[in-house]
């Protein structure tokens, strides 16, 4: 199956110290069914399933070594538009609007709002990360919020009497 040129390539691989474990896996996978093992046995002695033995046969017999490496690494596309981590960013240093009656941001009020406002839907994981990553803690406002209990400065003078 292998000329021995190629094995040879391959053991060089399992040999050197430059080469990532599990590319040295996926030489060793080849090798031995080079040798004529069976599938089974070959996925049981590297530790994968039989479809795992299938993909990196079949990619070192399209690609060589070259298709034993990894694929790309490439950055994920982002997920949320830049301008709306703006927004969140802003919104957080700023107190919350009136009309949603809150005192101070919590990262699920927030979400909620940028959804209902701004349209878009965002988790509050999403925002929580986002201020930790920029040392925000919009819910730590040293703000004092009264009572609305209509009884409330009655109870005041009664605690500030016991005094």
């Known amino acids: 199956m292998l000329d021995e040129e ?54 070192y017999a399209g690609d060589g070594l070259a298709g034993l490496e990894d694929g790309s690494h490439a950055a994920p596309r982002e997920q949320v538009p830049a301008w709306v981590r703006g927004r969140i960013l802003a919104l957080s240093r700023m107190s919350p609007p009136v009309e949603t009656g809150l005192s101070h941001w919590s990262s699920r009020e927030m979400a909620a709002y940028v959804k209902r406002v701004e349209g878009v839907a965002v988790s509050w994981h999403y925002v929580a990360n986002l201020w930790r990553d920029n ?29």
């Open 135 to 163: 040392g925000l803690q919009p819910y730590r406002q040293g703000t004092f919020k009264l009572s609305k209990d209509p009884a409330f400065a009655e109870k005041v003078a009664d605690v500030i009497g016991l005094y």
């Open 6 to 59: 190629r094995a040879a390539e391959l053991r060089a691989v399992l040999n050197s110290r430059d080469v990532p474990a599990v590319v040295a896996t996926r030489a060793r996978i080849v090798l031995w069914m080079a040798e004529g093992r069976r599938r089974k046995d070959v996925a049981e002695l590297a530790g994968v399933s039989l479809p795992t033995v299938d993909r990196w046969v079949a990619r």
